[in-house]
């Protein structure tokens, strides 16, 4: 087996008031792309810039380990961290319009990447940010250089951004929703540009989103998180063909639409009927309240996440069969 | 665009709606003078304490005061328009040479006092923001409290009576060491040291808009989006500060110093007496004392013209900080 080029283990999230992930583990190999899939304030966000450490204020990773490329980023020095973040480990944020900073040339914010990490100078770094601009399919790249974000339109400016986050062939991208803001016919223009870079460039790409089609059409394996857990991960073709945690069963109905086809993009994850702040306080399982499936165990202990296959994984004691041992303690 | 280009078209804009108004003040400004009682004539009469009907008349027929207000009006708008302010009754030379002597003392007194308000309240402001609730900030919030409360004249004063008079550091009046034939350095060296004080006493209060400007926005932008993409860089956090934070968060305080300008012109007429500064402030008091209303205008004119001026500056600054505005 090879070695995961990243591995989250156990990690814990807090803000003051109270913990908003809990424990949450997956892997993410080289090469692959792999989704992380759930509604809207489960904490996916929360998770992808701790992975980075760069949590809002007052949030703190309480526990837990981010293993990349054998180094633990959650204990990692601040300098160490500093020459991760943008080389090997890169980042592109939901809203284009706000990420990019609206008082410097787009062109100079792409070439920061490669002077802080390559130490190359200012024309070698404007030659190689027109390069990148042209790869990413802005045209006339190398006038539209001295250009500020607000001459672009959405679209463009999340190809700006993806060409700052690639610029050093990172070797994993954490790209949070990069398309939840943009119009659908470019949304699918930008996955396929990311698609692309990725087989290109030989990175792994993690990819958060809320969207069950973009899932099925562009990653390699998924994990479902509900309430900031993880409830389920599989690689992609099984869960799609037999989801097993009832929240992803839920999903996958709630996606199908009423002539029996499917329709993941038009759909959204929320038509499961309740809400996931049912799952505040909850002592037990945190879907408990919505599911469908529910013993009178669910409600003991939240429930581990259990070896159903080879890389199939879901936290349910019910699909995993392990009822009785919760009842048994 | 060019710099020199914008520069011009805004300042073609600004004198169009500036002219109107200048020339509007003007005539207003001239009419409310009128109703003071007493004109430059009973002034130099009473200072030289005799005086007969005949020379009071001869005084007035010389300086065009025997003519009816109107007519008055008139001549000083012709001379206006041909960019002539008339002659000083009280100083006895034209207003222009008067002004002219005036008009840099005045312009280094701003233009050290708008220094000082933004370098400190800048500073001031970014060091409460990055140690915001902690007790550097805290410390700095009462200080730009007394700052911001307490008139400038008065901290002016203070000042005089701690760094002049107790502990000798500072001069406290003038604006030069007089007799003292400097040059080069200890020329520049005793102007600064004459500017201190009236410059803080000027800038104390915008010292502390500035601190409160700088640190509110400061805060805000270290919440935006692009702070995370530059840290996601790997950039390095003074430099994140630097490049990506400061120039966000400084568009706001340079709006606010544009439209300080006209303030702290009108502030440095108080200033300059306390400091016995030779500006046009000052100027324009001893112009009132002594009824000489060609002078006042004459300072009118140039105080709103210094304004104008001033606001095409900080419109380019403006501009340079910030991409998204285009001249309209
Ligand atoms: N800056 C913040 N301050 C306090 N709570 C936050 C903040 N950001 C996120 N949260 C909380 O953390 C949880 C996870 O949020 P997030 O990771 O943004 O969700 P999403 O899955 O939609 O990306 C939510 O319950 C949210 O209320
Ligand atoms: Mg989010």
């Known amino acids: 087996m090879t070695y995961p080029l990243l591995r989250v283990e156990d990690l814990t999230i807090g803000f003051p008031y109270g913990t908003v992930v809990h424990g949450v583990s997956f ?8 989704a992380l899939v759930g509604e809207s304030g489960c904490g996916k966000s929360i998770t992808a810039f701790a992975l980075m450490r760069l949590l809002p204020p007052g949030a703190r990773i309480q526990g837990g380990h981010v293993i990349f490329d054998g180094v633990d980023l959650a204990a990692a020095a601040p300098h160490a961290l500093r020459d991760i973040r943008g080389r090997s480990l890169s980042l592109i944020l939901q809203e284009p319009m706000t990420s990019l900073n609206p008082v410097l040339p787009i062109g100079m914010q792409i070439a920061e990447v490669m002077r802080r990490h390559e130490g190359i100078g200012k024309a070698a770094a404007r030659r190689r940010s027109v390069e990148l601009l042209e790869l990413v399919g802005v045209t006339d790249a190398d006038r539209r250089y001295d250009d500020f974000p607000h001459h672009f339109s959405g ?3 999340q190809r700006v951004m993806i060409a700052m986050a690639v610029a050093c062939k990172p070797r994993l991208l954490i790209a949070d929703e990069p398309t939840t803001a943009l119009d659908v016919t470019i949304q699918a223009q930008v996955l396929e540009l990311l698609d692309d870079l990725r087989r290109q460039l030989g990175m792994a790409v993690l990819l958060i989103t809320h969207d069950l089609g ?4 562009w990653a390699d394996r998924v994990t479902v998180m509900y309430a900031g857990r993880v409830v389920e991960q599989a690689p992609v073709r099984p869960f799609f063909a037999t989801p097993q945690h009832p929240y992803a069963r839920g999903l996958l109905d709630a996606s199908v639409g009423h002539d029996g086809e499917a329709h993941y993009t038009t759909r959204r994850l929320n038509e499961i009927p309740g809400s996931i702040a049912s799952a505040a306080g909850e002592a037990g399982c945190p879907f408990a309240p919505r599911c469908p499936d529910r013993i009178a165990a669910c409600r003991r202990a939240p429930p581990v996440l259990t070896a159903l296959g080879p890389d199939h994984n879901v936290a349910c004691i019910v699909a995993a069969g392990t009822d009785h041992v919760a009842v048994d303690r | 665009m060019t710099g020199l280009g914008r520069a011009g078209r805004t300042l073609r804009r600004t004198a169009w709606q500036a002219l109107p108004t200048m020339i509007g003040i003007i005539i207003l400004c001239f009419f409310l003078l009128k109703l003071v009682p007493g004109d430059a004539a009973d002034v130099i009469a009473a200072e030289a304490g005799s005086a007969t009907a005949e020379t009071m008349a001869a005084l007035r027929a010389r300086f065009g005061l025997d003519q009816p207000l109107l007519m008055q009006l008139l001549a000083y708008l012709d001379n206006l328009a041909h960019l002539r302010l008339g002659f000083s009754a009280r100083f006895n030379m034209p207003v222009s040479e008067l002004i002219m002597a005036r008009l ?3 312009l280094m007194l701003m233009l050290a006092a708008m220094s000082m308000a ?5 500073l001031a402001g970014w060091v409460m923001a990055i140690f915001a609730n902690r007790w550097p900030d805290r410390m700095l919030q009462v200080v730009v ?10 901290i002016g004063l203070m000042a005089i009576v701690l760094f002049s008079v107790k502990l000798g550091w500072l001069p406290a009046n003038g604006n030069m060491t007089i007799g003292a034939d400097l040059t080069g350095f200890a020329l520049i060296a005793d102007r600064a040291r004459y500017l201190v004080l009236p410059s803080l006493a000027l800038a104390s209060f915008f010292i502390a808009v500035y601190a409160r400007l700088t640190r ?3 805060l805000d932008v270290q919440r935006q989006d692009f702070m995370r993409t530059a840290a996601a860089k790997g950039l390095h956090p003074v430099t994140i500060q630097l490049r990506h934070a400061l120039r966000n968060a400084l568009i706001p305080v340079t709006t606010m110093a544009g439209l300080h300008l006209g303030n702290l012109l009108g502030g440095a007429v108080v200033v300059e007496t306390v400091y016995g500064w030779p500006g046009m402030g000052r100027l324009a008091l001893e112009a009132v004392t002594g009824r000489d209303f060609n002078v006042l205008l004459g300072v009118l004119l140039f105080s709103s013209l210094l304004v104008i001026v001033a606001n095409v500056a900080i419109d380019l600054l403006h501009a340079w900080l910030d991409p998204r505005i285009e001249v309209h």
Do not use: C, K
């Open chain 2, 118 to 122: 933004l370098v400190v309240g800048i």
């Open chain 2, 145 to 154: 409290l007394i700052f911001y409360s307490t008139p400038g004249f008065w």
């Open chain 2, 104 to 106: 840099p003392n005045t």
């Open chain 1, 214 to 217: 973009v899932v099925a059409q």
């Open chain 2, 216 to 218: 509110a926005s400061m």
């Open chain 1, 155 to 157: 679209g463009m400016r």
């Open chain 1, 27 to 34: 892997d993410v190999h080289p090469g692959e792309t792999m």
